[in-house]
């Protein structure tokens, strides 16, 4: 599950039309959608379906308890999709199933690498940005002056940045970073057959050290933390699915739990502003408030500080006006786990 397919050949087409498009298209029935969301909970080696069917419904009461609005507009309790394009085949496990065992296919009678989602202009951008931000921060917490050396040290210093990559999908990002310095890399997808992909492309281009498994971010069985998470387009397909809002409140209790303290998450959407994510993690941050605030002030002495702060953002995408507004296709941002 790695995001929203661009068409570089096209670029005047924004991702926001096509997932309009998509959205219209390629509707799943309400019988296609109920198979897809049983596909989506049953989890076999992975989990039992009542423990998911529970955390779902902690999310739900979460969100309809809230006093705040959830930065995406999508809803679950729509049978068809509004003017803005809400549900998408996109947000179904059942479609990244169906794509990556076409891409399989593919990468095995013709050597296809597969999608590079967002194109190699934003992945170069974003691996190499997260490269600078994290040698920045080594810097700060090794109280290092000798910036006039930082491109001699940045391997050292990113040999402490163990790396997570959410919806994994083929794993270039991966590659990208291994590129860039980062040594301790994994990614992770709930489709296995991403996961297939990524391991045959990883041995092929001669990046067998990178780790590649299957798992849910909203069920997720992994019990390290990270220092780096990334986020290439999983949080706009989780959004695309019918129960998006829910399965987005899921989605940050669990990536709260996978992202170190003092580690940082980089999320890049074409599907959300950078101002839509902020309210994301202010709303996130407001919830796990509130539940501190139910707490006993003894528990809650060590929780004073919100789990999640603004860090930084990608300023060097292109831009466009529309509607007297500056905006880009792309947005990059990183948040601090406080």
Same mark, same amino acid.
């Given at each position: 599950?790695?995001?929203?397919?661009?068409?570089?050949?096209?670029?005047?087409?924004?991702?926001? *039309?096509?997932?309009?498009?998509?959205?219209?298209?390629? !509707?799943?029935? =309400?019988? /296609?959608?109920?198979?897809?969301?049983?596909?989506?909970?049953?989890?076999?080696?992975?989990?039992?379906?009542?423990? /998911?069917?529970?955390?779902?419904?902690?999310?739900?009461?979460?969100?309809?308890?809230?006093?705040?609005?959830?930065?995406?507009?999508?809803?679950?309790?729509?049978?068809?999709?509004?003017?803005?394009?809400? *549900?998408?085949?996109?947000?179904?496990?059942?479609?990244?199933?169906?794509?990556?065992?076409?891409?399989?296919?593919?990468?095995?009678?013709?050597?296809?690498?597969?999608?590079?989602?967002?194109?190699?202009?934003?992945?170069?951008?974003?691996?190499?940005?997260?490269? =600078?931000?994290?040698?920045?921060?080594?810097?700060?917490?090794?109280?290092?002056?000798?910036?006039?050396?930082?491109? /001699?040290?940045?391997?050292?210093?990113?040999?402490?940045?163990?790396?997570?990559?959410?919806?994994?999908?083929?794993?270039?990002?991966?590659?990208?970073?291994?590129?860039?310095?980062?040594?301790?890399?994994?990614?992770?997808?709930?489709?296995? %057959?991403?996961?297939?992909?990524? *391991?045959?492309?990883? *041995?092929?281009?001669?990046?067998?050290?990178?780790?590649?498994?299957? =798992?849910?971010?909203? /069920?997720?069985?992994?019990?390290?933390?990270?220092?780096?998470?990334?986020?290439?387009?999983?949080?706009?397909?989780?959004?695309?699915?019918?129960?998006?809002?829910?399965?987005?409140?899921?989605?940050?209790?669990?990536?709260?739990?996978?992202?170190?303290?003092?580690?940082?998450?980089?999320?890049?959407?074409?599907?959300?502003?950078? =101002?839509?994510?902020?309210?994301?993690?202010?709303?996130?941050?407001?919830?796990?408030?509130?539940?501190?605030?139910?707490?006993?002030?003894?528990?809650?002495? @060590?929780?004073?500080?919100?789990?999640?702060?603004?860090?930084?953002?990608?300023?060097?995408?292109?831009?466009?006006?529309? @509607? %007297?507004?500056?905006?880009?296709?792309?947005?990059?941002?990183?948040? !601090?786990?406080?």
């Amino acid at each position: 599950m790695a995001g929203i397919r661009l068409a570089p050949e096209e670029p005047e087409t924004t991702p926001q *039309q096509q997932a309009r498009a998509t959205a219209t298209d390629s !509707l799943a029935s =309400d019988d /296609d959608r109920s198979i897809a969301a049983d596909s989506w909970s049953i989890k076999s080696e992975y989990g039992s379906t009542l423990d /998911d069917d529970q955390r779902h419904a902690d999310a739900a009461e979460a969100l309809s308890s809230a006093n705040f609005r959830v930065s995406s507009d999508y809803s679950s309790d729509k049978e068809e999709p509004d003017a803005d394009g809400g *549900q998408s085949m996109l947000g179904l496990q059942s479609y990244w199933d169906a794509a990556y065992s076409d891409e399989l296919t593919n990468f095995r009678e013709h050597g296809h690498t597969g999608e590079v989602w967002f194109g190699d202009d934003v992945m170069e951008i974003v691996t190499s940005w997260t490269k =600078d931000l994290c040698v920045e921060i080594s810097q700060k917490e090794m109280s290092v002056s000798d910036n006039g050396e930082v491109n /001699d040290q940045a391997d050292k210093y990113l040999s402490s940045w163990n790396v997570l990559d959410l919806g994994t999908g083929n794993g270039l990002l991966l590659h990208q970073l291994a590129k860039e310095g980062f040594s301790d890399l994994t990614g992770t997808d709930y489709s296995e %057959g991403a996961v297939e992909l990524a *391991q045959h492309l990883s *041995q092929r281009d001669g990046f067998p050290n990178i780790r590649f498994m299957v =798992d849910d971010i909203l /069920d997720t069985k992994l019990e390290r933390q990270f220092k780096l998470v990334m986020d290439k387009g999983t949080l706009d397909a989780i959004g695309l699915h019918p129960d998006g809002p829910v399965k987005r409140v899921m989605y940050w209790d669990s990536v709260s739990k996978l992202v170190a303290p003092g580690g940082i998450l980089v999320i890049t959407s074409c599907n959300n502003t950078k =101002d839509e994510l902020l309210e994301e993690v202010e709303n996130f941050n407001m919830r796990k408030s509130n539940l501190t605030g139910d707490a006993s002030s003894e528990a809650a002495s @060590g929780t004073d500080h919100p789990p999640f702060e603004y860090l930084s953002h990608v300023r060097t995408y292109p831009t466009f006006m529309f @509607g %007297g507004s500056v905006g880009s296709r792309v947005a990059t941002v990183a948040f !601090l786990r406080k």
